[in-house]
C-alpha cells in the first residue's frame, strides 16, 4: 500500500524515499508539492517588492505580465523567432562537439601516452573562458553565424574529449582483466567494455557541453554583431529599456538551459541503464 | 658461406647454463618453475616451482599478503611475471583455455550486456554459431539448475546470482583450468553453502582442474584434493597437504575426523609460518 506512494515521492533523494514508504500516503502529497515551494515564494517576493514599490516598474516588470510576455511571445511572436534560432545554433555548435569531440576522446583515453602529450593544451583552453577567446575567432570567422557556432563548438568540445577521455582511462580495470582472460584481443576490449565503460562520462561531458555551449551562443549574439537570437534580443530590449521584453528573454533562455539538461538526464538513464548500479 | 663465418666469428657471452626444465610428475597439469616476480623493489616469488595436478581442485592458503591471489594471476596472465615458465600440460597459456571468477563479481560482469549475454561472451569471442552457443547455453542452464532470469540485466540480480552467472561465464568454453579468486567473499553464508555446492557438482561432472584461493580455511579444505600452504613473502611452498576424503562431501563432512585433523594440521603449519 505504501509502496506506489514511495515510489513516486521523491525522486530528488533516495533517503526520503526509504522514509517515506513506512509514511502514511497523505504526507506523500505534501512531499510531492515541495518543488513548487520555492518559484512559489520567490514569484510573490517579486510580486510584492513591484507592488509595494520597493522597486520601480520601470526596471523589474510584474511577474504575471513577464510571464505573459514570455507565453505569447513563445506562442508565435516575434521572441519565438529567436528563441529557434538560438536553439538551432546550441544543436549545431553541440552536434559538432559531439561528433568530433567523443570518438577524438575514446581514442585519445585508450592511448594513454597520446593523451598525456596533448593533456596539458585541452587542460589550459578548457580553463580558459571561452568568451576570452570571442576576439580571435572574430579574425578568423570574421562577423558571422558560422563564428558564433564555431566558437561555442570549441568551448563544448573541449569538455567532450576530456570526459570521454577519462572516461577509457579510468575503465574498471577489473571489466578489461575479465575480457582479458577470456581471451579478447585489444581491439575486443575497446569495443566491447572500454566504450561502454566511457558512456556514463561521456554523457556528463555531453551535458555540461550542451549547457557551455548554450552559454557561449547567448554571449556571442550579445556581442558579436548580430541580429537575431536570444542574447540579441536581450541585450536590445535592455536598450531600448523594453524590460518585460528583456526578463521574458532571460527566462526563455533560462527555461531552453534547464530544459536541455533534463533532456539529456533522461537520454542517459534510458541509455547508461546501468549507472550507479 | 657468411653465416658460418658470422657463428664463427660471433660474440662471446659468458655460458649461463639455462635451468634445466623438470617436468612434474605423473599427472601434473600446470608446471611452474624458476617464477619469480619482485614488487617494489622487493621479491614476492624467486625461484618459485610448483607443480599442480591435474583433474584436482588445489586450494591456496596462507598468511596475509604472501600474494594468493598474485600467484592465480600471474598464472592465469593477469599479472605480467619477472622471469620464470608457467605450461599448461607443456602448453603456453596463449595455447590454453581458462576460465576465471573474481572475488567482485560487480565488476567483473558487464552490466551493459543481459545476463544471458554475459555467459555467453566467452563463446561469442571465440567465434562460435549461433546454434552452438544457444545449445552451450542450455547445458549450463540445466547443469546448473539456474532458477533466475537470465535475460535480466547482472545488476538486477543478487549477489549470489551474479557470483553464479559469472561461474557460468567462466565455464562457459569448457575451460581446461578454473581460477577462482576469493569467489564467496563478497556472499552471504546461505548463496556461498549454494555456491560452494555447484562447484562441486560441477567439479564431479567435468573434472575441471580448479584453483582456489580463499581466506577461509574450513571452505579452503572443504573444497580442496590437494591445499597449498604458502609460506611469508619471499614466499614459498611451506606444506602441500593432500585430503582425499569421498566426494560429494556433504555438511557431514565437515564434523569427519580427517577433515578436522586435516583443518587442524592446516592451521598449525599456517600458525608456525606467521609466526616465523
Known amino acids: ?277 | 658461406m657468411r653465416t658460418v663465418d658470422n657463428v664463427i666469428n660471433g660474440p662471446v657471452y659468458a655460458d649461463v647454463p639455462k635451468p634445466v626444465f623438470t617436468p612434474g610428475p605423473a599427472g601434473t597439469h600446470i608446471t611452474i618453475r624458476g617464477l619469480t616476480k619482485y614488487f617494489a623493489g622487493w621479491p614476492l616469488y624467486e625461484n618459485f616451482d610448483l607443480d599442480i595436478p591435474k583433474q584436482k581442485i588445489v586450494s591456496v592458503f596462507g598468511p596475509n599478503g604472501c600474494g594468493k591471489s598474485t600467484l592465480i594471476n600471474m598464472i592465469a596472465g593477469l599479472i605480467p611475471i619477472d622471469s620464470g615458465e608457467i605450461l599448461f600440460d607443456g602448453k603456453s597459456l596463449k595455447d590454453t583455455k581458462i576460465g576465471y571468477v573474481f572475488q567482485n563479481y560487480r565488476e567483473a560482469m558487464f552490466p551493459w550486456m543481459r545476463t544471458i549475454d554475459n555467459i555467453a561472451y566467452p563463446l561469442k569471442l571465440e567465434g562460435r554459431s549461433k546454434a552452438e552457443v544457444d545449445r552451450r547455453m542450455q547445458e549450463l542452464v540445466a547443469s546448473f539448475d539456474v532458477k533466475f532470469d537470465l535475460k535480466r540485466y547482472p545488476y538486477e540480480l543478487s549477489g549470489g546470482q551474479q557470483q553464479t552467472a559469472s561461474i557460468m561465464r567462466a565455464l562457459a568454453p569448457n575451460p581446461e583450468v578454473l581460477f577462482l579468486d576469493e569467489p564467496f567473499s563478497a556472499l552471504d553464508f546461505e548463496m556461498t553453502l549454494f555456491i560452494r555446492e555447484k562447484l562441486q557438482e560441477v567439479f564431479l561432472q567435468t573434472g575441471t582442474t580448479m584453483l582456489l584461493v580463499s581466506h577461509d580455511l574450513e571452505e579452503a579444505v572443504y573444497l580442496a584434493d590437494q591445499v597449498l600452504l604458502l609460506t611469508k613473502r619471499p614466499t614459498k611452498v611451506a606444506e602441500i597437504l593432500d585430503y582425499g576424503d569421498a566426494r560429494p562431501r556433504t555438511l557431514e563432512t565437515l564434523s569427519s575426523a580427517s577433515f578436522v585433523s586435516m583443518k587442524k594440521l592446516s592451521l598449525e603449519i599456517f600458525q608456525r609460518e606467521v609466526r616465523r
Do not use: C
Request: charged share 15%; glycine share 8%; no cysteine.
Open chain 1, 1 to 277: 500500500m505504501s509502496t506506489p506512494a514511495s515510489s513516486g515521492a521523491s525522486p530528488w533523494s533516495p533517503p526520503a524515499t526509504a522514509a517515506a514508504a513506512s509514511a502514511p500516503p497523505r504526507e506523500s502529497h505534501w512531499v510531492k508539492a515541495l518543488p513548487f515551494i520555492g518559484p512559489g515564494v520567490l514569484f510573490i517576493i517579486w510580486d510584492l517588492a513591484v507592488r509595494l514599490g520597493f522597486i520601480k516598474a520601470i526596471l523589474l516588470p510584474m511577474p504575471a505580465d513577464t510571464i505573459g510576455t514570455l507565453l505569447s511571445g513563445l506562442a508565435g511572436g516575434p521572441l519565438l523567432t529567436d528563441f529557434a534560432v538560438t536553439v538551432w545554433r546550441t544543436l549545431q555548435a553541440f552536434l559538432i562537439a559531439a561528433i568530433v569531440g567523443v570518438p577524438l576522446g575514446v581514442l585519445l583515453g585508450s592511448n594513454e601516452k597520446a593523451y598525456r602529450s596533448v593533456e596539458f593544451l585541452i587542460d589550459f583552453f578548457r580553463s580558459t573562458p571561452s568568451s576570452a577567446l570571442i576576439p580571435l575567432f572574430l579574425m578568423i570567422f570574421g562577423v558571422s553565424d558560422v563564428n558564433k557556432v564555431a566558437i561555442a563548438a570549441f568551448g563544448a568540445l573541449l569538455i567532450v574529449v576530456f570526459n570521454s577521455a577519462y572516461g577509457v582511462m579510468n575503465a574498471r580495470k577489473q571489466r578489461v582483466m575479465a575480457a582479458k582472460v577470456m581471451g579478447a584481443s585489444r581491439w575486443q576490449i575497446f569495443r566491447d567494455v572500454l566504450v561502454w565503460e566511457s558512456l556514463q562520462p561521456t554523457f556528463v561531458g555531453l551535458r555540461s557541453a550542451v549547457s557551455m555551449a548554450l552559454v557561449i551562443v547567448i554571449v556571442a549574439e550579445m556581442f558579436i554583431g548580430s541580429d537575431s537570437g536570444l542574447g540579441h534580443r536581450i541585450i536590445n530590449s535592455q536598450q531600448v529599456m523594453n524590460v518585460k521584453d528583456m526578463y521574458a528573454s532571460i527566462l526563455a533562455a533560462g527555461a531552453l538551459g534547464y530544459a536541455l539538461n533534463i533532456l539529456f538526464l533522461l537520454a542517459e538513464r534510458r541509455i547508461v541503464h546501468w549507472s550507479g548500479r
